[in-house]
């Protein structure tokens, strides 16, 4: 499975971006998706995450009531539109495709300026 992020980009505080994930490959093993952000000098942290049919979804509290996750399996990509963007958002978010293995894809860099 190769995975695949963009949308990311520079935005005001307050202002929005949508990600997407695009994945290939072996899409029929697909389970739960995610994404994963990283500051620098900080760890990996969970944003969000989704069931294989989309109906269960799971956010970190810093996020919840301003990100939405979603996925569209006929795609098989997923989606985070971000909204109420904050500077400490700004990071490289990352896509987990959980499949046998889980896959990561390569980031998109977040920048929100104050």
């Known amino acids: 499975v190769q995975v695949v992020e963009s949308g990311g980009g520079l935005v005001q505080a307050g202002g929005s971006l949508r990600l997407s994930c695009a994945a290939s490959?072996?899409?029929?093993?697909?389970?739960?998706m995610g994404w994963y952000r990283q500051a620098p000098g900080k760890q990996r942290e969970l944003v969000a995450s989704?069931?294989?049919?989309?109906?269960?979804?799971n956010y970190a509290d810093f996020v919840k009531g301003r990100f939405t996750i979603s996925r569209d399996n006929a795609k098989n990509t997923m989606y985070l539109q971000m909204n109420s963007l904050k500077p400490e958002d700004t990071a490289v978010y990352y896509c987990k495709v959980t499949a046998i293995y889980d896959y990561w894809g390569q980031g998109t860099q977040v920048t929100v300026s104050s």
């Open positions: 989704i069931s294989s049919g989309g109906r269960r979804t």
């Open positions: 490959g072996v899409t029929s093993s697909i389970n739960a």
